[in-house]
């Protein structure tokens, strides 16, 4: 029989992602298969699944930490913010609509059958679930017909882990303020308590320790020490975000749009001595960078807009001029083109002029595309010309179908949209162009590149070849060696990260009480 743990937060970025993983990871450690799951996740970060589906990108992460294949089941509801007070609404992988806050609230309820029948779904497959929460469980405006967590957790008779950060301060008020304002039987589903975050020496907290158990009435099942492993961020709430200035050698600035979305297709950079990525939201802060990214979007348009009034637009232009590579990720690639259209008022209608970087004309459409795509560089030139011909798989996930006449970028070996296979790509001829190429084929002009495909970044030595680039602009000579020491000849993204969620793993497992932790699976919500 299945066996569930839930993990609550008393805020957000509380650390709640980071410690699902964990479980995933010394679950499927200790022989377990084992699924994540996040009934309802609000994040601009996504993910597509083998069937053409989306997902949040946490889930899409803990489920790669618990070695299985990512579903939608794991996700179920996602919202994306179009605004302030509006959300896309994704239910089962696919977009249901746009809702504005209220509405989506008076709606909500009705969503309950879609995430009991996705849990049951991976119930019937996987030993343990691992369940993630949102936020806190005692925003007492919004708890009632509450879905996400402690709702969520009487549906699935789920025993909880309540985590709070010390690292923020007021660990005391967090834990024991929650404990408070619970209800009492939802109270009785707290299990243990989790200090999460803790720097210095463990020993100072053991009174802390002391403290809250007597006055909150839960065991303390672990003081997880602040763990440096390099894991995906699930939202703008992200710390890497913030920063501003460069640290390394190599300097690698994003354009921090205000509805920026997947931004971690970037982290890669970070992993290589040397290099810096940082977040720019103005253009005095943008500087004289050694490569610029345009980023992903949920909103191209407003954000097309906001960098044109704010200045970013043109000191991009002005750094594209003098020969810095600017790269497009998705929406970003949108905004290098001529023009954007939205006639069916996907994103509130419309024509605007891009960039003109690219030659590239945008039409959005009703229906989102959705797909899994690899394939090889196409004969690019630039400063980025030794990609071509090197392989690399990644996922789309966009409103808009661009149309260029510009040099392709990449040619599409395989796209899977919805679990059907798309036309093959390979070895079409330049003037044998069809719609489908020049849509997935992104572009180049000069030193301007361009595409749909988050991930790309990460596949094999494709970072790699741009570090090495970046650093021979300089006149340096980039040395392979990697952020652990280490030497390759290739970059292994994939290894990299599963020494990571290893690490993240021995980190918890050294300062939680698995036996504690197992007795509660065992016990679920029977007697503490």
């Known amino acids: 029989m299945t066996k569930t743990i839930m993990i609550q937060g008393t805020m957000s970025s509380a650390g709640k992602s980071f410690l699902a993983a964990a479980l995933c990871r010394i679950f499927r450690q200790d022989g377990y298969s084992c699924a994540p799951f996040k009934s309802q996740n609000m994040a601009l970060n996504s993910y597509v699944t083998a069937d053409g589906l989306e997902i949040g990108r946490a889930q899409a992460m803990q489920a790669e930490a618990a070695m299985t294949e990512p579903s939608v089941d794991m996700n179920p509801i996602l919202l994306k913010p179009t605004s302030d007070s509006a959300s896309q609404v994704i239910v089962n992988g696919k977009v249901r609509g746009d809702m504005r806050a209220a509405e989506y609230f008076r709606h909500k309820k009705e969503l309950v059958p879609e995430i009991l029948a996705a849990y049951r779904r991976l119930a019937d497959r996987y030993d343990i679930i691992v369940v993630e929460g949102a936020g806190s469980p005692v925003e007492l405006n919004l708890k009632k017909d509450d879905i996400v967590n402690m709702g969520l957790a009487k549906m699935l008779h789920a025993p909880v882990l309540l985590a709070g950060d010390i690292d923020r301060g007021g660990v005391f008020a967090q ?29 100072l907290f053991d009174d802390g320790v002391k403290i809250l158990e007597a006055r909150g009435g839960k065991p303390v099942a672990g003081v997880i020490p602040y763990i440096d492993c390099d894991l995906e961020d699930e939202d703008s709430l992200a ?271 050294q300062n939680l009480d698995m036996d504690m932790v197992y007795q509660i699976l065992e016990r679920g919500c029977g007697e503490r």
Do not use: W
């Not at 834990?175 to 989790?194: F, H, N, Q, S, Y």
């Not at 459409?365 to 899994?372: G, H, L, P």
């Not at 392709?408 to 001829?429: D, S, W, Y």
């Open 175 to 203: 834990l024991l303020g929650t404990l408070a304002l619970l209800e009492e039987d939802e109270r009785a589903l707290v299990k243990g308590l989790i200090v999460n975050k803790f720097r210095g020496d463990r020993r």
């Open 239 to 509: 710390e890497r975000l913030e920063r501003k200035t460069a640290d390394g050698v190599i300097d690698i600035a994003v354009v921090r749009l205000p509805h920026i979305s997947n931004f971690t297709d970037f982290d890669v950079f970070a992993r290589f001595p040397g290099v810096s990525v940082r977040f720019a939201a103005r253009a005095e802060q943008l500087g004289t960078p050694d490569m610029v990214i345009l980023p992903g979007t949920k909103s191209t348009i407003a954000d097309l807009k906001h960098i044109r009034e704010n200045g970013l637009e043109a000191a991009v232009k002005r750094l594209a001029a003098e020969g810095v590579p600017v790269f497009g990720i998705c929406g970003g690639y949108q905004m290098l083109g001529e023009s954007i259209s939205d006639p069916d008022g996907a994103e509130g209608g419309g024509t605007i002029a891009g960039m003109g970087l690219l030659g590239g004309r945008t039409v959005f459409a009703k229906e989102k595309t959705r797909r899994r795509t690899e394939g090889n560089f196409a004969e690019v030139g630039g400063v980025f010309a030794g990609l071509s011909g090197k392989h690399f798989s990644g996922y789309e996930i966009h409103m808009g179908s661009t149309v260029s006449e510009e040099i392709p970028l990449v040619f599409c070996r395989k796209a899977v949209h919805e679990g059907e296979t798309a036309m093959n790509c390979i070895g079409i001829q330049e003037n044998e162009l069809t719609e489908c190429f020049r849509d997935n084929g992104g572009a180049v002009r000069g030193n301007v590149y361009g595409c749909y495909i988050h991930g790309i970044f990460d596949s094999g030595e494709i970072a790699e070849e741009i570090v090495k680039v970046l650093y021979e602009r300089k006149g340096l000579s980039y040395s392979g060696e990697r952020r652990d020491g280490g030497h390759d000849s290739k970059y292994d993204g994939a290894a990299y990260k599963q020494r990571q969620f290893d690490l993240l793993a021995d980190g918890v497992r």
